[in-house]
């Protein structure tokens, strides 16, 4: 943990073989990161622009498909993750990595499930996260791998519904499973500011508050349900806004039993520069207020969240896309 009385911890947002090899090591060993999250977009510039995969990649065969060649370049980054973060998962302290499944599976269950019991079998660790985005089949597949013990990373969480939905997918995976099964439920959070900010400002509404505060309105909803395993994550916490602190999304979202997700760069500027103080749950009156003025400036937040979802799954699909027509 970063924060053990608070039951916090930092998980570094990057994967790329020669950050695994040094610097990744070193956050380890200071105690500064426990975990490490992937996506399509991470992968994509890592082996589109990295010179540590070429020798790899010409060493494939050409039999191989696209998927095949980007699979066995990310399975290895993974398993090299995982080995080194071992210490940390075989004594309580986290030590996942996760991977997501195919994007353009979002909507079929099955594919999901095949997937990413496939990719599990395949990276051969314990501590390997399949990460699957919070759709309707998503949240099928949930209960299914977590039903036979598989960890889950719930992805791309911008509604509290999402949440509920994925908490009672793990409940339902876990009871199935008759023990404990490690999960997470990925709250996205930076994103929605980014959207809403300039219209709030044309409003004279308070900016770079919507996120947080319905990321601390899901997050109470999660820890209500204590969910065996099962805990919030805070995805998206990087700073666009040279205005705010590199570190702010992660210093106002410190909440006991919960994790944060960052780039390298703002993981350094929190360790070395953030409070260290409890954030969430924030009152119920504060978040109620700000999205009051929100509604009476005939701002749809609804909608602005399911275009992020919308937005949010389009993107992984095209670095997907990317990468796969560049191997």
């Known amino acids: 943990m970063y924060i053990e009385d608070l039951k916090f911890s930092l998980w570094a947002d990057f994967i790329e073989r020669d950050y695994l090899d040094n610097e990744f090591k070193e956050l380890i060993d200071k105690k500064i990161v426990n975990g490490a999250t992937s996506n399509p977009a991470i992968f994509k510039n890592a082996i589109l622009s ?60 099955e594919a999901t499930i095949a997937e990413g019991k496939r990719l599990f079998e395949a990276i051969q660790r314990k501590n390997v996260m399949i990460k699957v985005p919070a759709t309707e089949a998503g949240y099928e597949a949930m209960e ?31 009871e199935n499973y008759g023990t404990k099964v490690d999960t997470v439920i990925s709250i996205f959070v930076s994103r929605i500011d980014r959207a809403l900010d300039p219209v709030l400002k044309d409003n004279n509404i308070e900016v770079a508050l919507s996120g947080i505060y319905n990321t601390s309105d899901i997050y109470e909803a999660i820890e209500s349900m204590q969910v065996l395993g099962c805990r919030a994550l805070f995805a998206s916490t990087g700073v666009k806004d040279d205005s705010l602190a590199p570190y702010y ?3 106002k979202l410190l909440a006991y039993n919960s994790i944060n997700t960052a780039p390298v760069d703002t993981i350094k500027a929190f360790h070395e520069n953030a409070r260290k103080e409890k954030a ?9 207020e700000h999205f009051k003025k929100i509604a009476e400036a005939d701002i749809d937040f609804d909608a602005l969240l399911q275009m992020q979802i919308d937005e949010g799954l389009q993107a992984f699909k095209d670095a997907f896309k990317e990468i796969l027509g560049a191997l």
């Open 144 to 174: 299914a791998l977590t039903s036979v013990g598989i960890p889950v990373n719930a992805t791309l969480i911008f509604k509290k519904a999402q949440a509920v939905a994925c908490a009672k997918a793990f409940a339902r995976g876990v």
């Open 249 to 251: 999304y992660v210093e």
């Open 50 to 109: 990295s010179p540590a995969y070429i020798e790899q990649l010409e060493s494939l065969s050409d039999s191989l498909t696209a998927k095949e060649k980007y699979e066995a370049v990310a399975i290895f980054d993974i398993q090299k993750a995982a080995d080194i973060l071992k210490p940390l998962f075989d004594k309580g302290d986290d030590g996942y990595v996760s991977i997501e499944v195919d994007p353009f599976l979002c909507d079929d269950a």
């Open 280 to 288: 969430l749950p924030i009152s119920r009156e504060k978040i109620e």
